[in-house]
């Protein structure tokens, strides 16, 4: 083969096709002339949650363990709440399909940028009032034009205090968020937190209810735009080490408090059960002891020791760890 790159077509096959060309003789379409193609402007901006979406997750893990719990201590109700996972959606896609009346709480999560959501369904409501009575979990149908009771809003209020309580502890490992209540309303059209055509993150913690054809849920919106704002932040995970430490603290606090059997054995003596049956009152035993004690915490053995006394009371002095390996 020559190092010099040759030519597809010699001059004379170049010189026939233009020949061919200009006199019509190529029938049939042009390849790859026209194609259907997607137009593509570089200068929109993709939204995407990306990594956030893994911070957004682990906050609604942590909402919903706080909530729940708070749920159980203030109103006696242990609600079956799933954990909710984050949705990017246009902000007028979202507001068009919640139910009226629901409790629309328009916040300020200072520092981070802009307003946000929290919206409690009608149902939800309903059941932490069944519950707090005493009566039977049960949807109940209201029409758009009914507002909530004075029994209802002291519900609300309620819940209202303990979703802040409980999103300001979710977010702490990230960022310390103070939650400012603005506007409550029952008509979502009246919550204008972002255009139309913004992007919002929706998450919806669904709470299941015995008649399950019954939708009941709390929603967290924030806008796109203050949660990219924050997006660096969300991924560092600048405070994690301080609320890891915390955790242990109080974890140490619980185990401190935990009991548990401690066993010190002084020697093992081999019996048969014919020689034990035989065993009358004020026998005598005989066996070597072994030169160090086996103390057992839960039946685990931890240490050797030395038996003594300390004053009138019988005393062990631990001297060593022992770790048995497996055989």
């Known amino acids: 083969m020559s190092e010099k790159e040759e030519p597809l077509l010699s001059p004379e096959e170049l010189s026939a096709i233009e020949d061919m060309v200009a006199e019509g003789k190529f029938e049939g379409e042009t390849f790859g002339y026209n194609p259907d193609a997607e137009a593509i402007s570089i200068a929109r901006n993709e939204e995407n949650l990306g990594a956030s979406s893994v911070a957004i997750a682990q906050i609604n893990e942590r909402f919903h363990r ?28 979202y507001i068009h399909n919640v139910s009226s009346p629901a409790s629309i709480n328009v916040v300020e999560l200072s520092p981070l940028k802009g307003e946000a959501l929290f919206v409690i369904h009608p149902q939800v409501v309903f059941s932490c009032l069944d519950n707090w009575y005493g009566g039977q979990l049960r949807p109940l149908e209201v029409n758009d034009e009914r507002g909530f009771t004075a029994n209802e809003n002291a519900v609300i209020d309620t819940l209202c205090e303990l979703i802040f309580k409980s999103m300001s502890d979710a977010w702490a490992p990230y960022v310390d968020i103070n939650i400012k209540q603005l506007n409550r309303d029952i008509n979502p059209l009246f919550a204008n937190i972002a255009a139309d055509e913004e992007s919002v993150v929706v ?24 949660l990219n704002l924050q997006r ?12 890891d430490q915390k955790w242990a603290d109080r974890l140490e606090s619980s185990i401190s408090d935990v009991d548990f059997k401690v066993f010190v054995s002084g020697g093992v003596l081999d019996v048969s059960v014919d020689e034990l049956s035989k ?4 026998d005598t035993l005989a066996f070597d002891p072994p030169e160090k004690a086996e103390v057992k915490v839960n039946g685990f053995p931890l240490f050797s020791a030395d038996i003594g006394i300390s004053g009138s009371r019988v005393a062990v002095k631990l001297e060593e760890t022992i770790l ?4």
Request: no cysteine; net charge negative; hydrophobic share 35%.
């Open 232 to 243: 660096d932040l969300l991924r560092s995970r600048m405070q994690t080490h301080d609320a």
């Open 66 to 93: 706080f909530f729940r719990t708070r749920m159980l201590t203030e109103l006696d109700y242990n609600p079956r709440l799933s954990v909710a996972e984050p949705k990017l959606q246009q902000y007028t896609d």
């Open 203 to 226: 998450n919806r913690f669904e709470l299941r209810l015995p008649d399950e054809s019954v939708e009941a849920y709390i929603d967290a919106v924030y806008t796109y735009q203050s």
């Open 279 to 282: 065993l009358a009152v004020g």
């Open 324 to 327: 048995r390996g497996e055989n």
